[in-house]
Nanobody, 123 residues
């Protein structure tokens, strides 16, 4: 069993930056690829980014390419999402999850999830 806890969300103006973190406990993360998703009110949970277990492979949604960067530190059992040039449309609850392949971009392909952290971008 893996427990995931996201942190780092908040309110930021358009053009600003935030750094989200996902901390794991209960099991080492080194065997899992991991990803970030987001869900706005009334909408589906959408893929944002993923990273392979070793960190060498990454995958991004087109809407965040060039603005967001995913990274991980297996020694600390953490994953991060650096979000720059934020836009109002990035407003959502952000979730981290574990999977087996960094190419996976569907929620059903992820096994463990955190509780989410709110990101709000004002215009």
């Amino acid at each position: 069993q893996v427990q995931l806890v996201e942190s780092g969300g908040g309110l930021v103006q358009a053009g600003g930056s935030l750094r989200l973190s996902c901390a794991a406990s209960g099991h080492t993360l080194s065997r899992y690829a991991m990803g970030w998703f987001r869900q706005a009110p009334g909408k589906e949970r959408d893929f944002v980014a993923a990273i392979s277990w070793g960190g060498s492979n990454t995958n991004y949604a087109d809407s965040v390419k060039g603005r967001f960067t995913v990274s991980r530190d297996n020694a600390k059992n953490t994953m991060s999402l650096q979000m720059n040039s934020l836009k109002p449309e990035d407003t959502a609850v952000y979730y981290c999850g574990t999977t087996y392949n960094s190419g996976n971009s569907l929620p059903a392909q992820y096994k463990y999830w955190g509780q989410g952290t709110q990101v709000t971008v004002s215009s």
